[in-house]
């Protein structure tokens, strides 16, 4: 006879039981949460894929007639803003903000609505009108949200209740969005800790590193292993062309920070008549803004319609020469599409409009390669608006794979967002997220946005 300390006992029995319990529970979550991660990628492919065609489409169009771009682009405009108004709250703009401003929302009814999934395909179909129409806004914005809805709906459907988790799920899924938008998964960790997160938690960082693997495995597998601007092998060496990374820094910073700074100061309102009619006739101020956008289109061969990925690309390879006022008119185009309220996000124009300056500054700097200055003018640019200067490194480090320029773009990307922050001493998806939390919930006291930027700072 077994002695009775061997003898499992009713209390014990229970213990395995609840055990077990657990670690079934456990495992069926983690599987739900791997095939969300999947669903991030798929989905992020076929944005990719149906944002090409919207362009394909405005392509088309313009070969037929490029004055047909004044009636389409404020059509598309008004129709866009008129959707989100009425239909689809919570898809204006880029997704970024949605995004973070979710993770500090105590009100998960509010978090709910924003992150829907009729709001995250309403993300994908009105960006894509907006593409078609001429808009200068790009796919990789709203990829974050659209991620951050899958993620959180897949937490739901998990029965997930506690909110630090929940959290931990929108991260997760907003980081995922942008290595599966760019198949950068290095540059979608950085992301995640430095633009959503703001710091680096131990509790929930393996849930974002395995999302991120996951969906960028899955982009892969269904694109391959691209890179978003080719290869480059550009260099700067030690001595005279590290001007053009104190150059590009600073004209970078000042660029950058004064459109961060512009969209800011718009996004508390308009003071006087402008701003009345703004609030009082959104439609028809989407549909002017079409017209001005369709006007310089005309005025640059439509080079400022889209995404600018094009123009960009063509840029960093050296491929195609652009007019020095290229990326004045597309940073102009760029203020105006986001101002007119469509969804629409900023990550590839900004990337253009940094190419775009970094080819008219390697004109001015002979002893530096126009390929590698270019390089840093992006970096310096996209820096500048996000006020992230790892973040705007490491994706731009990916998208060329380009490692021996990765300390000459740090240190352009870490100059011109000191230069920024002297312009806008709001990071800008804090700020615009910070507004998002006061329309979204007025009642309730939003928790204070302390960036990864303000941690550089001090």
């Known amino acids: 006879m077994p002695p009775a300390s ?145 993620m959180h709906t897949v937490g739901r459907l998990a029965g997930l209740t506690d909110v630090t988790k929940q959290r931990a799920l929108i991260k997760a899924g907003g980081a995922a969005g942008v290595a599966a938008a760019f198949n950068t998964p290095l540059a979608g960790i950085v992301f995640g800790i430095e633009e959503l997160a703001h710091s680096f938690e131990q509790r929930t960082s393996g849930t974002m590193l395995t999302c991120v693997v996951i969906s960028g495995v899955t982009a ?28 590009c820094g600073i004209v970078g910073g000042l660029c950058g920070g004064m459109f961060s700074a512009l969209l800011v100061r718009i996004s508390r309102g308009i003071p006087g008549a402008f701003g009345r009619f703004i609030s009082l006739r959104p439609v028809l101020f989407a549909a002017l803004c079409g017209l001005a956008l369709a006007i310089i289109g005309l005025l640059c061969g439509g080079m400022t319609y889209g995404t600018g990925y094009m123009q960009a690309r063509d840029i960093i390879m050296g491929s195609d020469q652009y007019p020095a ?29 940094g190419a775009g300056m970094g080819g008219w500054i390697a004109h001015f700097l002979p002893h530096t390669t126009p390929g590698a200055v270019v390089l840093l003018g992006t970096v310096a640019y996209f820096a500048a608006v996000t006020q992230s200067p790892l973040t705007a490194t490491v994706i731009v480090m990916e998208m060329c794979d380009n490692q021996q320029i990765t300390l000459a773009l740090m240190a352009s990307a870490f100059l011109a967002f000191g230069v920024s922050r002297a312009l806008c001493s709001h990071a800008l998806y804090g700020a ?5 939390l006061r329309s979204a919930a007025p009642k309730q006291k939003p928790q204070p946005l302390v960036t990864a930027t303000d941690t550089h700072r001090n």
Not at 7 to 34: C, D, F, N, Q
Not at 81 to 105: D, E, K, N, V, Y
Request: one cysteine or more; proline letters at 4%.
């Open 6 to 150: 061997v003898i499992p006992t009713a209390e014990s029995l229970r213990h395995l039981r609840e055990h077990a319990k657990a670690g079934t529970v456990s495992w069926r979550r983690k599987l739900m949460y791997w095939s969300g991660a999947v669903l991030v990628g798929l989905v992020a492919v076929a944005f990719a894929g149906l944002a090409d065609k919207a362009a394909h489409v405005r392509t088309t169009l313009m070969h037929i007639n490029p004055w047909l771009m004044l009636l389409v682009t404020p059509l598309g405009l008004a129709l866009s803003t008129w959707l989100t108004r009425t239909w689809f709250r919570g898809a204006q703009g880029s997704g970024i903000p949605q995004a973070i401003a979710c993770m500090h929302l105590h009100d998960m009814t509010i978090v709910d609505k924003v992150l829907a999934l009729r709001i995250a395909l309403a993300k994908i179909c009105l960006t894509c009108l907006g593409l078609l129409s001429g808009a200068s806004i790009g796919r990789e914005g709203p990829t974050v949200q659209v991620g951050a809805s899958i």
């Open 220 to 247: 892969i597998a269904l694109v391959g292993n691209y890179t978003y601007f080719g290869h480059t092998y550009s260099a700067v060496p030690v001595g005279a062309s590290w001007l053009a990374v104190v150059v």
């Open 325 to 353: 006022s290229f990326f004045l008119f597309k940073l102009l185009a760029t203020l105006i599409s986001y101002c007119s309220g469509i969804p629409g996000g900023l990550f590839a124009p900004s990337l253009s409009v």
């Open 432 to 436: 615009l997220a910070v507004r998002f």
